[in-house]
């Protein structure tokens, strides 16, 4: 990726990692970029650098605007290594007596990294570093995504350096929102889903802190994937809906089957969803990845799990899926299991418990069927799928 001027004298000198397919856990099927920002001034700024094994990039990305040693000031926003691996670096080519501006939080965090005396200058929310003609102000950003996490606005130009926040796992050529239009809203979403969702109480305060500073942002620039020029109010109103964690008339169904009896119910609960004007997903659960069906799960008003009994108690891939929804606190769900069993039939029932324990509203105990669903039971499966139905139309 070469560097793009994406303002008078601002340049994204980041790099696209086009091959990562698992960023620890989540699914990456296009890749992601680790975007990196030069500001040149009368002081010259770097804000963040990229994952480790691609620092020579960043540097010779750098090197085709300016002699890296000119860097004045380096800016730490997220202290997570795509972020900071290249910083050691970077550090030894500019100097590595030259200030590194990060949070209180950040410069804990990095030392602890890196382990490393650099010339740290802690900030806080509303302090400010000016480069001459532009200033630049911080904004700490505790947990989105760690609790080093601060955004960085260059006031003149009214650009918002977010870090982590309003980012997406995506590579590409393209450099900005009006250059893909709306496809790169999945991969947003995908990426509050997965890494945000958790901190929705905390994105919210933060949406409020802008208005109260009175932000003016005519640019967002996340250290993944693209920036936001055409529309910043689009990418800040569909965080809005998805911290608030409101759903659509949506239902997901989330299973997995040893010999397609579970199968056979999942899809007969769909259809009785489907009956009642509702739309339905169902997934399987070897067959899509979790950040995918975490995806879907966002804006679904109800999530139904289906299971075997295996081993007196759900599929192992069930629980995983269990484990992960439940560290990323999703809410306003209406919830409800199911499955075939052959003597014991146990995975309903803890299922439901797991669902509970998550405050999703349950509208019924739950279905099990012994071996293989007949037509009798598959008409009380699309009866299931219809009551749960009626209670997302509520
Ligand atoms: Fe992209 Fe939390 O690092």
Redesign the pocket.
Known sequence: MKPVEIAKGVYDVGVNDWNIRDFHGYSTYQGTSYNAFLIIDEKIALVDTVKKDFSDQLLANITKIVDPKKIDYVISN?T?M??SGGLPRVMHRIGEDKPLYCSKMGAKNLARHFSQKWNYHAVGTGQELSLGARTLMFLETRMI??PDSMFTYLKEDKILFA??GF?QHYAGHEKFDDQIGDEIMWHAKKYFAN?LLLYSPLILKLLDKVTELGLEIDMICP??GIIWRKDPGKIISAYAKWANQESEKKAVIIYDTMWQSTEQMAEAIASGLYKEGVNVRPMHLRKCHRSDIMTEVIDARAVIMGSPTLNNGPFPTISDFLTYMKGLKPKNKIGAAFGSYGWSGEAVKLISNELEAMKFDLVDPGIKIQYVPDQEDLNACIEFGKKIGQAVNR
């Open positions: 997220h997570e795509d972020h995504h760690w870090s982590d980012g890494i250290d993944h």
